[in-house]
């Protein structure tokens, strides 16, 4: 049963969504279920030595995460999509709107979150590929989603799936939270911008995920903090005045909600989704 009706027929993109569990899959199902036509994207491939193959949503992973929306009786399609390319950005708007007559919805969810070093030992390629792919490719799609958008004269909705780290800093995390915070920004120029429009702009920043993403997040801070996993998960969850961490479907519902029509005067703003975590 759609919680908002109004959604039902809407055309979503969600960038970086190939892969299981992650929460660009959980977004896509939501909007599925609420009734939109959803267009997951995804690399598809690693682009280099910064890239592991292990983090990367895979076409055949992603035509799976497809198939089995399809198969709960969503309608959902899947297009191959680097970020980093503007021809590619362009092509697949292009494609969405041809296949189903429109674009209403771009989630920035595509993001590279596990070159995790201390400022000394970072390199500077492995900073251009976090700031490349979590900012550069938020602002790529965003322009040509808009585009898409503003010519279609009837509003509509970007979500940048941003994180606590955009609020907060971390340790070993200066590319990241630089690249989060600087999606704030993004967020909120988009917001003024193109309000004229009727389309708002919003980010969603979530605390820790056990995503494939958030597991390499465990393995690594564990380690680095000089922790067992028990003992770095139990401070986690001692943290959080909700008592666990945050789920995909956590950032799937705030995500439904900024898309509806109930969240039509909310824009420009960066919401925690957190469990009270983080609160500012
Ligand atoms: N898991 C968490 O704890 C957490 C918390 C806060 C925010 N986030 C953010 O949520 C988003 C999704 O993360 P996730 O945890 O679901 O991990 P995930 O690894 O499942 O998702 C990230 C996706 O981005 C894709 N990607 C990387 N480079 C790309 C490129 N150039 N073009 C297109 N796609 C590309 C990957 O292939 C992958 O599928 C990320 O932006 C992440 O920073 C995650």
Not at 254 to 278: I, P, R
Request: hydrophobic share 40%; charged share 20%.
């Amino acid at each position: 049963m759609p919680t908002y009706p109004d959604l039902h027929g809407k055309v979503a993109l969600i960038t970086g969504a190939g892969r299981a569990k992650g929460l660009g899959e959980a977004m896509a199902r939501r909007l599925a279920a609420e009734g939109c036509r959803v267009v997951i994207t995804d690399i598809g491939r690693s682009r280099g030595p910064e890239m592991p193959v292990t983090a990367v949503g895979t076409d055949e992973e992603m035509s799976k995460v497809a198939g089995s929306i399809r198969a709960d009786g969503g309608e959902c399609s899947a297009m191959a999509l680097d970020v980093l390319e503007e021809d590619q950005v362009r092509a697949v708007v292009a494609a969405t709107v041809e296949r189903y007559g429109s674009l209403d919805i771009l989630v920035n969810n595509a993001g590279i979150g596990y070159l995790m070093k201390p400022i000394l030992e970072m390199t500077l390629a492995e900073w251009d590929a976090v700031l490349g792919v979590n900012l550069r490719g938020a602002f790529i799609a965003t322009k040509y989603a808009a585009e898409q958008m503003v010519r279609q004269g009837r509003g509509g909705r970007i979500v940048n799936i941003a994180s606590q780290a955009a609020k907060s800093g971390f340790p070993f995390a200066s590319a990241y939270c630089s690249s989060k915070h600087g999606l704030v920004g993004l967020t909120r120029v988009t917001a003024i911008e193109l309000g004229r429009h009727g389309i708002t702009c919003n980010a969603i920043c979530p605390n820790h995920v056990t995503t494939g993403l958030g597991a390499w997040q465990n393995e690594y801070f564990s380690k680095a903090l000089g922790m067992t996993m028990e003992q770095y998960l139990a401070a986690m969850k001692g943290r959080i005045p909700l008592g666990r961490a945050g789920l995909p479907e956590d950032t799937a519902s705030a995500c439904a909600w900024l898309c509806s029509a109930q969240a039509q005067y909310v824009t420009g703003e960066s919401m925690n989704v957190s469990g009270g975590e983080e609160y500012h």
